[in-house]
């Protein structure tokens, strides 16, 4: 019986088959057939996106319908035929994205099926999902001196979930629209990137994609946006916000000149 829950989908027209989401979907859920990326079995679809970070057209997506409920058991079954390394990679693949429920239905499986239960290293697996893993990226103690400079911040709401659409800092505005741990991870994010611009900041994993995508789109096309600039981290799971705003910007109507900053984990700016 079909039940409404998030799934991957995938714009053919897009799709160029390169294959590159392969890896990244352990269960087994995706397959090249007939030059296009497809869905093979909705029950192997958790519906987390690890596959979504490494589509260089932006093809795939999560959307929320009606499909066959995920089938752990039915996962494990065709993960373990893959050997131990895609075993690991798919336990540190729920385990990242919170699907707890389902890592301990995978290590029951194992253990019913006496199956040794992989030691789960530190290091990002091939399920591309790093978003997650514990670093310590404190510098060496030393003092560093801060000057007390004045915020750059010039709108509020920030939120893109509680920002009004007609707000009206949106008209004559630059916009930065940053994914969360941006303005954490970058030690000059306000200088660097919010001097007389409008601000708006969310994130692509753990928010309302569909909802994000429908409420840009509102913004662009009803009010004089001058530019966007869109700020992601570099792990895979981040790079949703770019397909996000690009997608609403296409539904706008509108043109607007566009750019992407990749920002890394340690703060570095990757890409710009």
């Known amino acids: 019986m079909k039940q409404k829950r998030k799934i991957i989908k995938i714009d053919e027209e897009k799709c ?3 294959g590159l989401c392969i890896p990244n979907c352990p269960e087994g859920a995706l397959q090249v057939i007939d030059g296009k990326a497809r869905l093979i079995s909705e029950l192997f679809c958790d519906g987390l996106g690890a596959c979504i970070g490494e589509c260089p057209v932006g093809a795939l997506t999560v959307e929320e319908r009606p499909a066959e409920p995920y089938d752990e058991y039915r996962v494990m079954e065709n993960i373990v035929k893959a050997g131990a390394n895609t075993i690991a990679a798919h336990l540190r693949h729920l385990w990242e994205h919170g699907a707890h429920q389902y890592y301990q239905q995978a290590i029951a499986y194992l253990k019913e099926h006496k199956i040794p239960i992989p030691l789960l290293t530190t290091e990002p697996l091939a399920c591309g999902c790093p978003g997650t893993q514990v670093r310590n990226l404190q510098p060496e103690n030393k003092e560093i001196p801060v000057a007390i400079r004045p915020s750059r911040l010039r709108n509020w709401p920030i939120q893109l979930m509680l920002v009004p659409v007609n707000a009206p800092f949106f008209n004559n505005s630059q916009l930065v629209i940053a994914a969360d741990c941006t303005g954490f991870s970058q ?3 306000q200088e ?3 001097k ?11 928010d309302d994609a569909e909802f994000y995508q429908e409420k840009l789109a509102r913004i662009f096309s009803e009010n004089k946006i001058l530019s966007i600039s869109c700020l ?7 790079f ?7 997608n609403a910007l296409r539904a706008s109507g509108k043109v607007i000149p566009f750019q992407e900053i990749t920002i890394a984990i340690d703060g570095k700016i990757k890409k710009e």
């Open 16 to 18: 160029n088959g390169c």
């Open 187 to 189: 030690p000059d994010f």
């Open 192 to 194: 660097q990137f919010l």
């Open 196 to 206: 007389d611009k409008v601000l708006l900041v969310g994130c692509p994993k753990l």
């Open 232 to 238: 992601h981290m570099e792990v895979p799971c981040c």
């Open 240 to 246: 949703g916000l770019v397909q996000i705003v690009k």
